[in-house]
């Protein structure tokens, strides 16, 4: 495929270029029948017709008929002009087909003859042609007619190979080598990144085309950078699905698992532990369908283009989720609060940070003491909005604070399963905000338990 568009890009590149040399030739030759010398009332044209014509009449008066005949039967300097002689008797002396136009030039050249004795008579001019009479020294007339006779290919083609077929070859030489070049300097960084393009397509996460060293021009780097761009974010998407089936496959085993025992006890037992197997299979499956609706989430997050054309309000949006998640926390005396509050907005999308900060705030809720607070505040700062998040629990090792925000992540197994969590809401919540073009990150806070900050840009 590369190869056949290389060579039609040679093609192509080399037959205009060829055109071009044809186009300069006839601007050329246009200008030569055309263009006037300067000072005097004749074409450059009609100068060489008349050079032409005063050599056959010194060649006819000096060295006879015979040596005429020879000398224009093997005559090459003529270029593009055609001579003809014609006899007293009107024929052609190399007895030669010519045009009705030539024939009547001579006819006015022979009626033109001067009375006296000159040598020749006056020129006759018709449009790219011109004759005289000659009359030799034993007072014979004869008639000279020099015609730029047919269209300009045809007097190209039939150009003898003289010094302007020599330059035409090295032209079209010099032009060859120049297609080839440019057909090279297009197509290798193509066939790169169609090679490129090949392995990615073949399995080949980490092909790339990396940096342009021949052919780097603006329109083929940029599609280079496009490709690679491109192959990293698929690479990204692919490793990150890869990753969530082994987190979800090896998850969902032990909720399976205990529904399976929750069964077994529930065909043998009485009613009371048939009861109690019942309820079992219901929080499972209940854990069962929150640990894949938020996986879908993460997916959504991760591998869709969220729409991003929302105005968000974000105190109104806090507000809501800590109503619901401070609702929650009341069984267990725990308590949701906006501390601090500025009116803060951006363009983005509702509904993914509504899901973030609510997994940010029913995250610091299920880990928070009994009867504490967590804490709410949304600060501006700059062209930034701040949003702090602070619970009362028993905080995070710090070599795992940004481990926290993985998928299935957990610092404490027996507590995330006491708390009911999926170990995927933070994930959610980190993806969210980065699509938002925010950060987000978790630390110790003073006094004990865990603070989250998180930080939007607010744009225009």
């Not at 004749?42 to 010194?58: E, H, I, P």
């Not at 009705?100 to 006819?107: G, I, K, R």
């Not at 267990?332 to 509050?341: A, I, P, Q, S, T």
């Not at 609510?358 to 504490?372: H, K, P, Q």
């Amino acid at each position: 495929m590369m190869q056949r568009l290389f060579w039609r890009i040679f093609v192509a590149f080399w037959i205009a270029t060829v055109f071009l040399l044809v186009a300069f030739a006839w601007i050329a030759t246009s200008n030569f029948e055309t263009e006037k010398i300067p000072g005097l009332e004749m074409t450059r044209l009609q100068a060489a017709m008349d050079d032409l014509l005063a050599r056959t009449g010194r060649e006819l008066r000096h060295e006879g008929v015979e040596s005429t005949r020879q000398w224009l039967r093997a005559a090459s300097g003529f270029g593009p002009i055609s001579v003809y002689l014609f006899g007293p008797d009107g024929r052609e002396l190399l007895d030669r087909r010519t045009s009705e136009t030539v024939a009547d030039a001579a006819v006015h050249a022979f009626e033109a003859v001067q009375v006296a004795d000159a040598p020749y008579g006056p020129v006759y001019s018709a449009e790219r042609l011109r004759a005289r009479s000659i009359r030799t020294r034993n007072s014979e007339v004869y008639a000279a007619v020099a015609a730029l006779e047919g269209s300009f290919l045809s007097r190209l083609a039939s150009r003898r190979p003289t010094w302007f077929w020599q330059n035409i070859l090295v032209a079209m030489a010099v032009s060859a080598a120049f297609s080839l070049l440019f057909a090279w300097y297009v197509a290798a960084p193509l066939q790169r990144i169609r090679a490129s393009t090949r392995r990615f397509a073949e399995g080949d996460l980490d092909a790339r085309v990396g940096v342009l060293r021949f052919g780097r021009s603006a329109e083929i780097s940029a599609l280079a950078v496009e490709f690679d761009a491109m192959a990293e974010r698929i690479k990204a998407f692919i490793e990150s699905h890869r990753r969530l089936v082994r987190d979800v496959s090896h998850e969902l085993r032990s909720p399976l698992a205990r529904q399976r025992v929750a069964l077994e006890l529930a065909r043998g037992g009485d009613a009371a532990q048939v009861a109690a197997s019942l309820d079992r299979i219901e929080c499972e499956s209940d854990r069962l369908e929150a640990m894949l609706a938020q996986a879908l989430e993460l997916s959504r997050l991760e591998t869709t283009n969220v729409s991003m054309n929302d105005r968000v309000e974000l105190d109104t949006l806090l507000e809501d989720v800590i109503t619901n998640a401070d609702y929650e926390g009341v069984p267990r005396g725990r308590k949701v609060v906006l501390l601090e509050r500025a009116r803060v907005s951006l363009i983005g999308s509702h509904h993914a940070l509504y899901s973030a900060f609510e997994n940010v705030i029913r995250n610091a809720l299920a880990y928070t003491a009994d009867g504490s607070t967590v804490a709410v505040r949304l600060a501006r700062v700059g062209g930034w909005a701040s949003i702090r998040v602070r619970d009362h629990g028993p905080g995070v090792p710090v070599g795992e604070l940004s481990r926290i925000f993985e998928p299935f992540y957990r610092t404490d197994t027996a507590r995330a399963r006491s708390s009911g969590g999926t170990g995927l809401g933070l994930a959610i919540a980190r993806r969210a905000i980065e699509r938002h073009g925010g950060t987000i990150i978790a630390r110790n806070a003073d006094g004990g338990g865990l603070e989250v900050v998180v930080e939007l840009p607010l744009g225009a």
